[in-house]
């Protein structure tokens, strides 16, 4: 798997392990992220290219991609890890608190997706996003998260569209939970993981390997045929209902 990769939300969960599979196999890497001091440390141990941003400014995203773009003498692939959560019923969000959903899963992915698509438009490549399956079943208190992500996948399906012409695949991984550091206060009562674990037909909340391993086969272009697709890493959460229930 040649080429030249960018990734957004490097120093995530699911976007470090990105990272981590595609170095050594691709021909240059580099990584952004807002925390700067994780960020450089992370790029010193892949030897790769080290670009702090913060996303949700769209200036600094086109200078980032396009001088990612001129230092790597190319661009094949971004791949768009970012993200929060938050988990509270309509009535219950303040407006800031939706506005800060809306700006991180949202907006900055728009304006990544602008950049990257200026920068790859005479070359094509590959852009991959992450929306939830909580866009796609709906879930008690997702309203924010689940409005946010399901604009991902509007975008995700109608920027797949317009540059499929141009050779750029745009497409999505819609995860169940994943165990990651936003997850955590979740997780870590044991009450609720046993709940979120059996929401999950599978029987288990994901790795950021089930979710990397999508991202990555995604931004290969030996799937070149394939755009404009949301594709489910959820343990059958969107799509299936768990033993008992049906």
Not at 99 to 107: E, F, P, R, W, Y
Not at 123 to 139: C, F, H, K, R, Y
């Amino acid at each position: 798997m040649k080429g030249k990769y960018l990734i957004f939300g490097a120093t995530g969960g699911v976007g470090g392990e990105v990272c981590r599979q595609l170095v050594g196999r691709v021909g240059a890497l580099a990584v952004s992220g807002r925390n700067s001091g994780k960020l450089q440390d992370m790029a010193a141990k892949m030897s790769s290219r080290c670009y702090p941003v913060d996303a949700e400014d769209w200036d600094a995203v086109d200078t980032t991609v396009k001088q990612a773009k001129a230092e790597m003498d190319g661009l094949d692939g971004v791949a768009i890890c970012i993200g929060s959560i938050l988990l509270k019923s309509a009535h219950l969000t303040k407006r800031e608190e939706f506005d800060a959903v809306m700006s991180t899963n949202l907006t900055a992915p728009f304006g990544i997706v602008r950049a990257a698509a200026k920068a790859m438009v005479s070359t094509g490549g590959s852009i991959v996003l992450v929306s939830s399956a909580a866009a796609q079943t709906g879930m008690s208190n997702h309203e924010a998260i689940g409005a946010a992500k399901a604009g991902i996948e509007g975008l995700t399906r109608s920027a797949a569209a317009s540059y499929a012409n141009r050779g750029i695949r745009v497409n999505c991984i819609a995860p169940g939970l994943v165990e990651t550091n936003l997850s955590q206060p979740i997780l870590n009562n044991p009450n609720t993981r046993e709940i979120s674990e059996r929401m999950h037909p599978l029987g288990r909340v994901g790795k950021v390997e089930d979710v990397a391993n999508a991202i990555v086969w995604l931004l290969s272009p030996t799937q070149s045929w394939i755009t404009g697709q949301v594709i489910g890493v959820d343990g059958g959460l969107a799509n299936c209902l768990p033993k008992g229930r049906a």
